[in-house]
């Protein structure tokens, strides 16, 4: 599923539709609003997206997003690792144009590291 939201306040309205969603995650996001708030005063805007699916990146939705903002996939500036959490890890992924800002917050199932002969 995918929840999208510009603002701390569309922010709060996922949080009540997704109670799933990591603290962390939450806080990150928070952040991440501020950045563009901070650093985009020209007018250009912050586009964000939580992915809850365990596909994160390899979601059909997050494919049809870089489709629709046509953004290519290497082209991300960061793809960092916010935290660990009930077998899976959330990451933010974030592409910046000079217009607009697009940050995918995302899950992806964790790796289970077998050890043996």
């Given at each position: 599923m995918k929840y999208t939201f510009r603002s701390e306040k569309e922010l709060q309205e996922v949080i009540q539709a997704c109670a799933g969603i990591p603290q962390k995650v939450?806080?990150?996001?928070?952040?991440?609003?501020?950045?563009?708030?901070?650093?985009?005063e020209d007018g250009a805007c912050?586009?964000?997206?939580?992915?809850?699916d365990d596909d994160g990146i390899d979601s059909d939705t997050y494919k049809d997003c870089l489709r629709e903002y046509n953004l290519i996939e290497g082209d991300y500036e960061f793809d960092d690792l916010i935290c660990e959490e009930n077998g899976s890890e959330w990451h933010i992924r974030a592409f910046i144009g000079t217009d607009a800002y697009w940050g995918f917050f995302y899950k992806c199932k964790t790796k289970e590291v077998f050890y043996g002969k």
């Open positions: 939450i806080d990150n996001a928070k952040y991440h609003i501020g950045l563009v708030e901070e650093c985009f912050g586009n964000f997206y939580i992915l809850t």
